[in-house]
């Protein structure tokens, strides 16, 4: 069985900075695509996760345009581990954020989410 566990998330104050961890655990072959989502509390009941950032195997990253300059996504291969810098946090960026990995266990490529973890950011 895959899991993926996020970490690092809680009550912050705009302007602070945090990191999220996000580990894939289990049978695991390879690991494609990395990326976080967030859920802000709006959209909880249309369940709209919205993409954040996105990185490949290669390094290769891609962020949506309201977190540019302030998200860094990166990952640790060997550990199965991505994360996500989070820098002069606004109040805005409240949301639960979940990671998503594009994995292969058992032959099969499949898609993985985390159980979130909630950023909350008072101005």
């Known amino acids: 069985q895959v899991q993926l566990v996020e970490s690092g998330g809680g009550l912050m104050q705009a302007g602070e900075s945090l990191r999220l961890s996000c580990v894939a655990s289990?049978?695991?072959?390879?690991?494609?695509?990395m990326a976080w989502y967030r859920q802000a509390p709006g959209n909880q009941r249309d369940l709209v996760r919205d993409?954040?950032?996105?990185?490949?195997?290669?390094?290769?990253?891609s962020y949506r345009d309201s977190v540019k300059g302030r998200f860094t996504i990166s990952r640790d291969n060997a550990l199965n581990t991505a994360y996500l810098q989070v820098n002069s946090l606004k109040p805005e960026d409240t949301a639960v954020y979940y990671c998503?990995?594009?994995?292969?266990?058992?032959?099969?490529?499949?898609?993985?989410w985390g159980q979130g973890t909630q950023v909350t950011v008072s101005s």
């Open positions: 998503y990995a594009r994995i292969m266990s058992r032959g099969s490529w499949s898609d993985y």
């Open positions: 289990g049978r695991i072959s390879s690991i494609n695509n």
């Open positions: 993409l954040v950032a996105t990185i490949t195997t290669g390094g290769t990253t």
